[in-house]
């Protein structure tokens, strides 16, 4: 059973909480407290899967004891919920918080915010894994791509257009501001998956003081890992997002279709970053293993890290609230089938569009290109349009070579 915490200053939420929440009482032990003392005396005697808090609260407040759990309890998801929306909160609670929502909030929202945060954790077997992803409050960028949004902020014509672009290219900052406007700060009706829009609802402005006031965006601090050449991922990243859009393009796939693949293509390979970025020996093992004894990288990631790259990534980006179709696409693009899902699906187009990528000379006949599964493709009735998917493939390539 799931261990949650819930904290507020006020008893009368607490009751409040205590009663929408008693049809769950099954599914969930909780535990409510009051103040953030009482909180992390709570975190200290038993194990708790996920923390929900409010923010305004005397002494500590919500994003002073999100730090703290952050810092003694790693593995533990973190949760705002708040009534003051305005920006300074958000602010102030972007680094240590998974995800906010917003006060009041019906039982069938928390409660499927707190069931998926909880389904989460079993994707992630490894409790070393799961610590160490749940502690990363950003993904690093490139330094390049750091430095022209930086400029690009710092100037008095900042462009929103000129913004969304970079933010579009980058695998850390497009997974931030999907973070941010994902959350129930912005109220909105339907999912955001593409970040130029995500980037153009914060605004400049937002934008400007999240990343020279509270640096939600990082830089990457560390070499490439042996075996992982970090420009080439964030090439690969960026080609198998353009991809998988084409894909689903070409079979005439919805816009919101398009805008999740491309996204969900961008994010595929985010937990190779964040091994590459705590684990750099181990994860040059493990590559080091995939080159000489010929395993598949996610057999050898399983075997010697406990979870694959796949998993490592879907598991950060739901914990951020990311939405449902690309965290299944990340977490699921080595191994399809393992989704129930039927047609275009940014899935399909993420996975096809990683294997092309990754074939080489791109001309292959499907049954020879190693990582699509043609089983999968075969049942969604889709097999006899791989050659072409192929040749949306080179057309990038040649336009790649050629830039
Ligand atoms: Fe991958
Ligand atoms: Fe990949």
Same mark, same amino acid.
């Given at each position: 059973?799931?261990?949650?915490?819930?904290?507020?200053?006020?008893?009368?939420?607490?009751?409040?909480?205590?009663?929408?929440?008693?049809?769950?009482?099954?599914?969930?032990?909780?535990?409510?407290?009051?103040?953030?003392?009482?909180?992390?005396?709570?975190?200290?005697?038993?194990?708790?899967?996920?923390?929900?808090?409010?923010?305004?609260?005397?002494?500590?407040?919500?994003?002073?004891?999100?730090?703290?759990?952050?810092?003694?309890?790693?593995?533990?998801?973190?949760?705002?919920?708040?009534?003051?929306?305005?920006?300074?909160?958000?602010?102030?609670?972007?680094?240590?918080?998974?995800?906010?929502?917003?006060?009041?909030?019906?039982?069938?929202? /928390?409660?499927? #915010?707190?069931?998926?945060?909880?389904? *989460? !954790?079993?994707?992630? $077997?490894?409790? @070393?894994?799961? =610590?160490?992803?749940?502690?990363?409050?950003?993904?690093?960028?490139?330094?390049?791509?750091?430095?022209?949004?930086?400029?690009?902020?710092?100037?008095?014509?900042?462009?929103?257009?000129?913004?969304?672009?970079?933010?579009?290219?980058?695998?850390?900052?497009?997974?931030?501001? /999907?973070?941010? #406007?994902?959350?129930?700060?912005?109220? *909105? !009706?339907?999912?955001? $998956?593409?970040? @130029?829009?995500? =980037?153009?609802?914060?605004?400049?402005?937002?934008?400007?003081?999240?990343?020279?006031?509270?640096?939600?965006?990082?830089?990457?601090?560390?070499?490439?890992?042996?075996?992982?050449?970090?420009?080439?991922?964030?090439?690969?990243?960026?080609?198998?997002?353009?991809?998988?859009?084409?894909?689903?393009?070409?079979?005439?796939?919805?816009?919101?279709?398009?805008?999740?693949?491309?996204? @969900?293509?961008?994010?595929?390979?985010?937990?190779?970053?964040?091994?590459?970025?705590?684990?750099?020996?181990?994860?040059?093992?493990?590559?080091?293993?995939?080159?000489?004894?010929?395993?598949?990288?996610?057999?050898?990631?399983?075997?010697?890290?406990?979870?694959?790259?796949?998993?490592?990534?879907?598991?950060?980006?739901?914990?951020?609230?990311?939405?449902?179709?690309?965290?299944?696409?990340?977490?699921?693009?080595?191994?399809?089938?393992?989704?129930?899902?039927?047609?275009?699906?940014?899935?399909?187009?993420?996975?096809?569009?990683?294997?092309?990528?990754?074939?080489?000379?791109?001309?292959?006949?499907?049954?020879?290109?190693?990582?699509?599964?043609?089983?999968?493709?075969?049942?969604?009735?889709?097999?006899?349009?791989?050659?072409?998917?192929?040749?949306?493939?080179?057309?990038?390539?040649?336009?790649?070579?050629?830039?």
């Amino acid at each position: 059973m799931k261990r949650i915490l819930f904290v507020d200053d006020e008893e009368n939420v607490l009751h409040g909480l205590r009663r929408m929440l008693h049809p769950f009482r099954k599914e969930w032990e909780m535990v409510f407290t009051i103040g953030s003392e009482a909180a992390l005396k709570a975190l200290a005697q038993t194990e708790f899967d996920v923390v929900v808090s409010d923010m305004r609260m005397p002494c500590m407040d919500g994003a002073q004891l999100l730090n703290e759990v952050k810092r003694r309890h790693p593995q533990v998801v973190r949760i705002i919920l708040s009534g003051h929306s305005e920006m300074e909160t958000i602010l102030r609670s972007v680094g240590p918080t998974h995800q906010y929502l917003a006060k009041p909030c019906d039982s069938e929202e /928390l409660k499927k #915010v707190i069931t998926r945060a909880c389904a *989460l !954790r079993d994707l992630l $077997s490894e409790n @070393a894994l799961r =610590a160490l992803a749940s502690q990363m409050s950003s993904i690093p960028s490139l330094p390049q791509t750091y430095t022209e949004i930086v400029t690009e902020l710092q100037s008095p014509e900042a462009s929103i257009q000129r913004i969304g672009q970079i933010v579009s290219k980058d695998v850390g900052m497009a997974a931030k501001v /999907l973070q941010l #406007v994902n959350s129930a700060f912005f109220g *909105l !009706r339907h999912h955001v $998956s593409d970040p @130029a829009q995500a =980037a153009s609802f914060l605004g400049v402005d937002t934008i400007k003081a999240l990343v020279l006031s509270v640096h939600v965006f990082s830089q990457l601090e560390f070499a490439d890992v042996e075996g992982l050449c970090l420009d080439t991922l964030w090439t690969h990243s960026a080609m198998t997002g353009a991809l998988a859009k084409k894909i689903i393009s070409e079979e005439d796939g919805s816009e919101q279709l398009r805008g999740d693949a491309l996204t @969900a293509g961008l994010l595929h390979d985010t937990g190779k970053l964040i091994l590459a970025a705590n684990l750099p020996e181990r994860y040059a093992e493990v590559l080091s293993i995939v080159r000489d004894d010929g395993a598949s990288l996610c057999e050898a990631e399983r075997q010697h890290l406990g979870n694959t790259h796949a998993e490592v990534g879907a598991y950060l980006l739901g914990l951020w609230g990311l939405p449902d179709p690309i965290v299944e696409a990340v977490a699921f693009h080595h191994t399809p089938r393992g989704c129930l899902g039927e047609g275009l699906t940014p899935l399909m187009a993420v996975h096809v569009a990683n294997a092309l990528m990754h074939a080489p000379g791109h001309s292959a006949e499907a049954t020879d290109i190693p990582s699509l599964d043609v089983e999968y493709i075969t049942q969604l009735g889709l097999l006899d349009r791989v050659t072409t998917w192929q040749s949306l493939c080179s057309e990038m390539a040649e336009g790649a070579a050629a830039q």
